[in-house]
């Protein structure tokens, strides 16, 4: 892998307030990761809610925040804390880096499998 990270998008391909499921086997880290698209930023995370196993790119992105689609705990885009329960416990974040047209993921070092 290298210092850039791994093209898993392209700008357009996520749209707003929308998150998209990138596999761990893609990205070599230990759990799948979540692409949002908050207004034209982008943002990266751990895909499951540490609540309880949900997808949180299948969740709703609104004011910097996941909410999670199985009992609405909400994580900060940015950094992946918790920002209502019942979660109690952040998720890791990753990188992105927009290049162009396209959005990389440059992997957290501490979720690499």
């Known amino acids: 892998m290298s210092e850039e990270g791994i093209v898993v998008a392209q700008v357009?391909?996520?749209d707003e307030g929308e998150g998209i499921q990138i596999e761990a086997a893609v990205l070599g880290t230990?759990?799948?990761?979540?692409v949002f698209n908050d207004d034209g930023e982008y943002f990266a995370l751990d895909d499951t809610c540490t609540?309880?196993?949900a997808?949180?790119?299948?969740?709703?992105?609104e004011d910097g925040c996941v909410e999670c689609p199985l009992h609405a705990a909400k994580f900060c885009l940015g950094d992946g804390s918790v920002q209502s329960m019942p979660a109690t416990?952040?998720?890791?974040?990753h990188r992105v880096v927009l290049d162009g047209d396209d959005i990389r993921v440059i992997p957290n070092p501490e979720r690499l499998a």
């Open 12 to 14: 357009g391909d996520i």
């Open 30 to 34: 230990v759990d799948n990761v979540a």
């Open 51 to 53: 609540h309880e196993v």
């Open 55 to 61: 997808s949180l790119s299948e969740g709703w992105v």
């Open 89 to 93: 416990v952040d998720v890791y974040p």
